[in-house]
């Protein structure tokens, strides 16, 4: 699949600024720090996605980004398009000209690749960054249930 780095760094930045938007707008050093992301990379990558109107930007002291849309309105294969990434799995990325042989002739298993890029491609655009955002918090409060019954458990021994 040739979704790389690009397209997976655009949807872990756009699901760390939902997830904490809600203190404000979201700083790319911010997001940068928490995923591990170089600065100058995450900055390409925001330029695209307020260019398709995915992020709005705030300048100036306390600037940073948000949300432009409800993340319920962006299915993951806006973000990936956004960045100009594409979800092609075969070798000659679905350009008929480009055929996987170079003689003009697909590849004996061109058409397993083909629909393979095919049904990535659905299940990304059938999951939200709000979906995303759920399972996130769905996560956090399942590990953060077991601290909490252990220092109800501490407390009730004492």
Known sequence: MKLTTKGRYAVTAMLDLALHQYDGVVTVADIAQRQQISV???EQLFGRLRRHGLV???RGPGGGYRLAVPGAEIPLTRIVAAVNESIHTTQCGGDPTLCCKGDGKQCLTH????ELGQRI???LD???????????HRKE???AAPVKMAQTVLRSAH
């Open 126 to 136: 059938s999951i939200t960054l709000a979906q995303l955002v759920e399972e996130q």
């Open 141 to 143: 409060a399942a590990q």
């Open 121 to 123: 491609a659905q299940y």
């Open 56 to 58: 709005d930007s705030v």
């Open 111 to 114: 058409d397993l690749w083909e």
């Open 40 to 42: 100058a990379y995450l």
